[in-house]
């Protein structure tokens, strides 16, 4: 059984960055595959990032290539997500999520352990 825990959301300025983090405890996070999703309000939770458990492959969704950039520190059970050039529409509550194995999936569904959420708020 993993918690994981989010931090770092608050209300930020377009063009600010942020660093969100995910803290995990109770498992062995190694071997976990991790992922971050977010939602807005009226809108079904979505893909943002992913990295495999050793942090050799990440995948993002298209509107935040560039721009964001997943990782993790194995020693202390913490994966980050770093959020540049930060624009209104990033605005959500986001979610770290943690699925077993070495794949990575861009799927909702697939992952069996989530954190509460950290909310992201980018004023214009």
């Known amino acids: 059984q993993v918690q994981l825990v989010e931090a770092g959301g608050r209300l930020v300025q377009t063009g600010d960055s942020l660093r969100l983090s995910c803290a995990a405890s109770?498992?062995?996070?190694?071997?976990?595959?991790v992922g971050w999703f977010r939602q807005a309000p009226g809108k079904d939770r979505e893909f943002v990032a992913a990295?495999?458990?050793?942090?050799?492959?990440?995948t993002y969704t298209d509107s935040v290539k560039g721009r964001f950039t997943i990782s993790r520190d194995t020693a202390e059970n913490t994966v980050y997500l770093q959020m540049n050039s930060l624009k209104p529409e990033d605005t959500a509550v986001y979610y770290c999520?943690?699925?077993?194995?070495?794949?990575?999936?861009?799927?909702?569904?697939?992952?069996?352990?989530w954190g509460q959420g950290t909310q992201v708020t980018v004023s214009s």
């Open positions: 990295i495999t458990r050793r942090g050799g492959i990440t």
């Open positions: 999520a943690a699925r077993s194995g070495a794949l990575i999936s861009t799927d909702v569904a697939a992952y069996i352990y």
């Open positions: 109770g498992g062995t996070f190694s071997s976990y595959s």
